[in-house]
Every structure is written in C-alpha cells, then in structure tokens.
C-alpha cells in the first residue's frame, strides 16, 4: 500500500476516534443512573430499563471500537497497517475503505468465523 493510501487510513481512523469521544458516551457514566422521581409508574420504570439496556449496547459498541481503532492505529508505527494478522497478507482496501480496523482479510475471518462455529457445537 502506497503511503498517500496509509495516510487515508490514518486519517479515516483519527476522525473516527475524534467523533466516538466526542460524543462523550463513552466518557459519561451518569447515564447508567435512575432517579427514584424519574420512575413514577411500571411502565416508566421499564422504558428506563430498555433505555438503559439500549445505552450500554451502544456504550460497549463504541469502547469496542475504541480498542479496535487504538490497535489499528499502532500498526502505522509498526508498519503493519493493512495487513492480516492471520496470514500477513494485504487486506483488501475496499474491506479498509468499510472497516479501516479489521484485523484480518475476508478469508481469514471466515476461517476464523468457522473455527468458532465449530467450538461453539461442542460447548
């Protein structure tokens, strides 16, 4: 990969950072709360419980990203970026262009995605 493409990448990944802390969810534990005055009746009480499920689906997807956007970025200083750490082999750009932090090319994650499958059948 050319270095006008890895500063592509880099840059696509910063923005993503910039924009997931930016929202401040991440960051804002608060949310998680529940006032007693809040919860006047059952039905408040349950849509607050599925606003909270939702919130920290969305929080553990975003600290998810977080990790994944950090790892990827440390390959620029490693000089690995784009590369699959299954087999070390290029990752296509289309799949970088989608997810600039995959890990892997789309074979190895669908041997991956096998290989779970499989220990998942014996547990």
């Known amino acids: 990969m050319n270095k006008k493409k890895k500063e592509h990448f880099q840059k696509k990944l910063l923005e993503m950072r910039e924009h997931i802390l930016n929202k401040g969810f991440v960051n804002n534990v608060g949310i998680f ?43 620029f200083e ?9 087999t070390e082999e290029p990752i ?8 600039p932090w995959t890990r892997y090319t789309v074979e190895a994650a669908e041997a991956r995605e096998k290989q779970a499958k499989r220990f998942a059948r014996v547990s």
């Open 33 to 75: 709360s529940l006032e007693k005055d809040d919860l006047v009746d059952e039905s408040d009480h349950a849509a607050s419980i599925i606003q909270q499920g939702v919130q920290m689906n969305v929080h553990a997807r975003d600290v998810f990203l977080l990790k994944e956007i950090d790892n990827a970025l440390s390959k």
């Open 78 to 86: 490693e000089d690995t970026f784009g590369l699959c750490e299954d």
């Open 92 to 99: 296509d750009e289309g799949r970088l262009e989608v997810q």
